[in-house]
């Protein structure tokens, strides 16, 4: 099975910069190995007063995602994260979304293991 991974972005397009925030982010653009294509999926929940997390979470899950990269997440987000499978890379600050994508592939970033935001 492929891994579609969701990157944190400020617009939907593979040269956008990575969004630090993942719960804030403006969208997600996602990477689907298996037809080798980007998608992108706008955060509806961005600005709402609580739980942009763990709906932007919802959002993912329902696209299947089983991967995230994002700089910070906060721990109402990573625990929703953990519920859904899916994990989360950090290491992506300054980045594009296709760096970003190319830094996980080579193995460049780290799995979060516990809420950094």
């Known amino acids: 099975m492929t891994k579609k991974i969701a990157i944190c972005a400020s617009s939907p397009s593979p040269s956008a910069l990575v969004d630090e925030r993942f719960g804030r ?36 899950a329902k696209q299947e995602v089983s991967l995230v990269l994002s700089q910070r997440v906060g721990p109402k987000a990573f625990i929703a994260l953990e519920q859904a499978g899916i994990k989360i890379f950090s290491g992506v600050a300054g980045k594009t979304v296709e760096d970003a994508l190319k830094s996980y592939e080579s193995g460049e970033l780290s799995e979060l293991l516990r809420p950094n935001s």
């Open 25 to 60: 982010c403006a969208c997600f653009v996602i990477w689907d190995p298996a037809i080798m294509e980007y998608s992108s999926l706008s955060n509806m929940v961005h600005d709402a007063a609580h739980g942009a997390g763990t709906g932007a979470v919802q959002s993912l």
